[in-house]
């Protein structure tokens, strides 16, 4: 049957109705979202294409020289602010960068971790990991590495580029600096793009790696500081130098390492627990160094012995320009906000001068070549001849536990 005027302006509001419904409506509601998250970080309008708002000035670096970032993670990312509340309360700290994890297997990007983040005056860092964190089934050694889709390899051969190339372009419609640490802990067997699980091979990772950040590149996203970072190393036979793509590829280098994890209670010293992985970081490379996990936990009531010499480590090591704590009950209680006298602590220490850091949307990473602590090496600077993966010849971007660490999967 013919359908008459009337059917047919009926049938074009509902199809019209529909579309403004599932279609426009979402993208207005993003758009304005956008613009709320640019207003309230001084960016201005999210029309604006150039990174940091288009502001004309000379933009600010994080964090400035001398100072160092105090961070916070949590189990619960961006979900729920409680614990990070509990930390400011206990420690009377303000984070200036709060890191999240995320796994490919959600296969989509959100930004409203990054937004949510970032409107509590909050870099946000993003753990990116390539896996499939919800797989039940575990090896033998209770990790859960083997996972053949997120091979390094089949990364690098494109299978997962509908997925980053979607996700790049996500980022860079943020218009504010945002952080990403790609598949950390690479020197570990724990994660399925790990040095020696799951089928990688040498070469592998860089290879991997070079790739992720060859779409972000093709996608003209500028607006991401990236974070290469290693777990303290346990195995001398691991040369990081293997696992390093380079400065050219890489802002700031991340280590994670803990005291007081499972087997490990008696006390270690923070020289202890890192001394070794900068020392083997100095060979690779310029850029400086984030501690982007780190806790102790109070198994055997040293935690607040730990935080103090922790702050008196700290500057020993000029390179060092940031820390990550794990604020989250996994495997055992790194906490602060559960012993107070150790939050109380820690705040004293934190309320120093070079502790008083704030981020704001514009800023750019701070890349300079750090001037190398004295605790970490006993020579002025390693010869370009030390490592062939050293980039000192790259222009700064600015001018434009000794065992594994907890999942906080």
Known sequence: MKPTGPQLTVFLFVVGLISYVFVVAPKVAERQNADAVAEALGLGSGDDSQ??????????????AGKRFIGVT????????????????????????????????????????????????????LSWEPWNYKDDSVDDNGTHADQ????????????HDAYLKAYAKGVKNLKYEVAIRLAHEMNGFWYPWGANVNGNKPGDYVKMWKHVRGIFQAEGVKNVTWVWSTNVVLDNKLDLADYYPGDDQVDWVGISGYYGTAGTENYRTPGNIFDATLKALKKVTDRPIVITETG?????????????????YLPKHKEIIGFIWYEAVKELDWRLASTPKSAQAFGQEAGAAPFQVTWSGSMLPNTDPPTWGTGATPSSSPSPSTSSSKKSSKKPRTSKSASASPSTD
Request: proline share 7%.
């Open 51 to 64: 990174h940091g708002g288009g502001q004309s000035q000379e933009p600010q670096l994080f964090p400035a």
């Open 74 to 125: 949590t189990k619960e990312g961006a979900f729920d602010f409680k614990p990070v509340d509990a930390f400011e309360d206990t420690t009377g700290t303000k984070p200036s960068v709060m890191m999240f994890n995320e796994g490919w297997v959600n296969a989509k990007f959100d930004r409203s971790p990054f937004d949510k983040i970032a409107k509590r005056g909050m870099l946000p860092m």
């Open 148 to 159: 053949p889709d997120y091979k390094l390899s089949a990364i690098t051969a494109g299978e």
């Open 296 to 312: 102790a936990t109070n198994q055997s009531g040293q935690r607040t012995k730990w935080i103090g010499d922790f702050f008196d």
